[in-house]
Structure formats: structure tokens, C-alpha cells
């Protein structure tokens, strides 16, 4: 039986940074694994695998247009294995990378499921069937969450995917029919709509990017119907059907009509649940939610003493950065330091369709429903004068305000590098700053961040260059 300070259940960005953290601490640390890889599923079947096709997407949408830069391109064209070769090899780098750091802090990693067993106990069992019993002062429970399921949709996993089987799609297809207008179907969408794919959205609700404020659904509207994307929002699927290499889908419209669709490819970018379902709940007081979440304070703790919980499993953002983030103040409780809760308020979104989105804070809506008199400037990235040089020029950047104090409550990005650009939101937010702290920070020209510059000069009615 071993014995450790922390052990860490789950080695993705929640638990690898968790148990990185430990070590760093002074605390002796493990930490289980039951896939062959590290780093969970943002580093093997989600955040990183997907940008590094968006980044081929959006390499070969710069090379058809390279006319437009005095620059002549022949002979272009995808080679789709290159592609995924690149796609996993930019896996391979980050995951052999997270198991590096792991030898490099002496944590020690225990393959197998890990489950809990009460009393500050973890058994492993390998794969091949083998139970080892690891006790630990503090354990992290960083499980994460998988693909969700529904039942009217038959997934086969060839024709009818979910967002970890498309990734290892042999061929691009003719036509895709995408279910959920969130970061997940909008980002597919952008890859294959790139790739020479007929796309389309179905979304139940009323906008595309239904989280984000509302002009910037409406840019993201105009910019996917420009790229001949089709987007059917308040509409709902009724049925999916596979016959032979062809998917019949059945579609009701905002007034209760019925379409029939057919595609190749079925994509289901919707829904996922937490993996709490097998890992010891029951031997322990944790308390567990009907959606399958476990409850925790502040601090991450459960009502089991000793144990803590983060990142997909707790009811909190489904981020990766959330996680890491949660991992640091869980482990930071654990070691006694001076720490606080975390505010969800200032957790940044980012998005990589394109145009890629990035935003912080509330909405404009949001702001006004919480009774604030809002205050709101813009600025698009057309008048931005690096945008143009890029040949990027679309999108803007929206600040929400508050009229009486002038304190920026959100940022709304839409355009090139957007995920980039909200960094600087996210310091605006933490440092509570107002309107006219943003005004006074110089930014250097020509950049893309002048627009957050000239959109905070907008909130005052006195935007430079528009």
C-alpha cells in the first residue's frame, strides 16, 4: 500500500495541473490514469486536437487567398492524412509533455480506474485486472465528463458521430449536418465548411452561440451565412435515421414545420455528462446532483473530509482553464496557504470558429437584467487598420458598461485572434477596472488590441476612427 499527501483521480488539465501544483508544494503527490495517455480529453479527443485542425482550416483559407497578399499559390490542395498526421502529432507533443512534468516533479503515476473507497483510500484496477490500494491525506477527484447520449438518436459512430469520432474522420464529407450551435458545432462547422463541406446548424434555440451576447451572435450569423453555412436556429431534430452512407434527418421548424435533410455525416455537438458514475460516490458522504455533479464549497471541498472535487464533475463552467484553475485552489487549501473562492463572474469564453469569438463578464443583456444602467461602445474590426493588413476585417469588439461608475462589466469579441485579445479583458475585469483606465492604456499600433482601445473610447461616444 502506498501512502501520499494528495492523490490525484483523473490526469487532465484539472488534475495534471492539481497534481503538478502538489508537488510544487512540497506535497507528495500521485496520480491516476485509467486511458493510455495523459492529459484527459482536452489534450486527446477535445480542446487541442480541434484547434490544431482549425489551425489547418485556417492556413488553407489564407492560401486560396493569397492572391490578395501579391502572393501566387498552384497546385493547391488537402491532403487530409497530412492533416490528421499533423493533428495527432500536435496530441503526441502535449501529451508526452504532460507525462514529462510528471517525472519531472516526481508524481507518481498509477495507471488504472481509480475509484474511491471512504477513509482517505483509492484503489487502482489495471487493465488487466491487477488492484492496488493507494491512502492519501487528501484526495482530488478530476474525473471530467464524456459525450452525451439521446435516445432518439441512434449514434453508429461512423455516419452519426459525436465530437471525439469525428476527429478520426477517414474522409471529408459532401454535406454535414451539425446538432448544437455552441463552441463544439461551430467550430466543426468552420473545419469542414473550410474543407470544401456543406454545412449546416440545427439549434433549438433562437441564435447561433446562444451563451454570447446577442450582436455578437448576430456577427457570427452574417459571417457563417457569407461562408455558405447554413444556420436553422429555433429549430428542432426530430429524427435521425442512418440508411446505407446516407443520414435522413427530420427537422421542426419555429412554426411547426417539418423539413427532411439528408447528409454524410451526422455530428452530435451537444450535451455532455460527468463521469461520477463509477468512482467510489457511494463508499463516501459526497453528494451528488440529479444532472450527476457533486457538490463542493468554495474551496472544492465535498462533505467527504479530505476530499475535493474540480473541474466537469462540480456545476461550474465546462472549461478547461476552470479546471486548472480550481485545481490550483484545491490544492492551495489542501497545503494551508492564503487562498480564496473563485469568481465564475470573470471566467473567460473562447470560442475558434471563424471568426473566432472571446468574451468575459456579462453580456449586455445580462447586465441589464441584474439592473444596471448600461453604458455600450463598439467597434468593428473593418476600421482596424492591422485587421485590414491581415485581411481579417471581420467582427468587432463590444464593451458593456456601467453608466454610474464606469465600471467595465463585460467584453464581447468576434474577429481575429478574439481568443488572444480577451486576455487583456480578463485583467481589465480582475483589476475592477473602469471605462477610462482602458482609454489610458496605451496600445501600440498598428495591433488588433487598438480596437478594445477604441471600442472603450466608444462607451464615452468618442471613438477615434469611425
Given at each position: 500500500m502506498s501512502n501520499y499527501d494528495v492523490v490525484v483521480i483523473g490526469s487532465g488539465p484539472g488534475g495534471y495541473v492539481a497534481a503538478i501544483h502538489a508537488a510544487q508544494s512540497g506535497l507528495k503527490t500521485a496520480i491516476v490514469e485509467k486511458d493510455p495517455t495523459l492529459g484527459g480529453t482536452c489534450l486527446n479527443v477535445g480542446c487541442i486536437p480541434t484547434k490544431a485542425l482549425l489551425e489547418s482550416a485556417h492556413l488553407y483559407d489564407k492560401m486560396k487567398e493569397s492572391s490578395k497578399f501579391g502572393l501566387k499559390v498552384t497546385g493547391l490542395e488537402v491532403d487530409w492524412s497530412g492533416v490528421q498526421g499533423y493533428r495527432d502529432k500536435v496530441v503526441r507533443q502535449n501529451t508526452?509533455?504532460?507525462?514529462?512534468?510528471?517525472?519531472?516533479?516526481?508524481?507518481a503515476v498509477h495507471k488504472g480506474h481509480g475509484r474511491l473507497l471512504g477513509g482517505g483510500k483509492v484503489s487502482v484496477t489495471?487493465?488487466?485486472?491487477?488492484?492496488?490500494?493507494l491512502t492519501a491525506k487528501n484526495i482530488i477527484l478530476a474525473t471530467g465528463s464524456v459525450c452525451a447520449s439521446f435516445g432518439f438518436i441512434p449514434m453508429?459512430?461512423?455516419?452519426?458521430?459525436?465530437?471525439?469520432?469525428?476527429?478520426?474522420?477517414?474522409?471529408?464529407?459532401?454535406?454535414?449536418?451539425?446538432?448544437?450551435?455552441?463552441?463544439?458545432?461551430?467550430?466543426?462547422?468552420?473545419?469542414?465548411?473550410?474543407f470544401g463541406t456543406?454545412?449546416?446548424?440545427i439549434e433549438v434555440l433562437d441564435?447561433?452561440?446562444?451563451?454570447?451576447?446577442?450582436?455578437?451572435?448576430a456577427e457570427l450569423d452574417k459571417a457563417f451565412k457569407k461562408r455558405k453555412i447554413g444556420c436553422l436556429t429555433g429549430h428542432k431534430i426530430q429524427k435521425v435515421?442512418?440508411?446505407?452512407?446516407?443520414?435522413?434527418?427530420?427537422?421542426?421548424?419555429?412554426?411547426?414545420?417539418?423539413?427532411?435533410m439528408e447528409c454524410d455525416i451526422f455530428l452530435m455537438?451537444?450535451?455532455?455528462?460527468?463521469?461520477?458514475?463509477?468512482?467510489?460516490?457511494?463508499?463516501?458522504?459526497?453528494?451528488?446532483?440529479?444532472?450527476g455533479t457533486v457538490e463542493v464549497d468554495g474551496f472544492m471541498r465535498t462533505a467527504e473530509p479530505g476530499v475535493y472535487a474540480i473541474g466537469d464533475i462540480v456545476d461550474t463552467p465546462w472549461l478547461a482553464h476552470v479546471a486548472s484553475h480550481e485545481g490550483i485552489l484545491a490544492v492551495d487549501h489542501i497545503a494551508g496557504k492564503d487562498c480564496h473562492p473563485i469568481d465564475y463572474n470573470r471566467t473567460p469564453n473562447c470560442t475558434y470558429c471563424h471568426p473566432e469569438i472571446g468574451s468575459i463578464g456579462l453580456t449586455e443583456q445580462k447586465a441589464r437584467d441584474k439592473g444596471y444602467e448600461v453604458r455600450v461602445?463598439?467597434?468593428?474590426?473593418s476600421a482596424n487598420p492591422r485587421a485590414r493588413i491581415m485581411q481579417e476585417s471581420e467582427g468587432m469588439i463590444k464593451i458593456v458598461a456601467d453608466a454610474k461608475y464606469d465600471e467595465v462589466l463585460g467584453i464581447h469579441i468576434i474577429g481575429p485572434k478574439a481568443t488572444e485579445l480577451i486576455l487583456e479583458g480578463g485583467m481589465a475585469l480582475a483589476l475592477e477596472s473602469t471605462v477610462e483606465d482602458i482609454i489610458h492604456t496605451m496600445h501600440a499600433h498598428p495591433t488588433l488590441g487598438e480596437a478594445l482601445g477604441e471600442a472603450a473610447h466608444a462607451v464615452h461616444g468618442m471613438a477615434l476612427h469611425i
Open positions: 508526452n509533455g504532460v507525462a514529462y512534468l510528471m517525472r519531472k516533479n516526481t508524481i489495471a487493465e488487466g485486472g491487477g488492484v492496488e490500494t453508429d459512430h461512423e455516419r452519426i458521430v459525436n465530437s471525439d469520432d469525428i476527429l478520426k474522420l477517414p474522409f471529408i464529407p459532401k454535406r454535414m449536418v451539425v446538432m448544437g450551435a455552441g463552441a463544439v458545432g461551430t467550430e466543426f462547422a468552420s473545419v469542414y465548411n473550410t456543406e454545412v449546416t446548424i441564435r447561433l452561440v446562444p451563451l454570447e451576447d446577442a450582436d455578437i451572435s435515421e442512418r440508411k446505407g452512407d446516407v443520414v435522413k434527418v427530420a427537422v421542426q421548424g419555429p412554426a411547426g414545420e417539418s423539413i427532411e455537438a451537444a450535451g455532455r455528462r460527468p463521469v461520477t458514475a463509477d468512482v467510489g460516490l457511494d463508499k463516501t458522504k459526497i453528494v451528488a446532483t440529479k444532472r461602445g463598439t467597434f468593428p474590426f
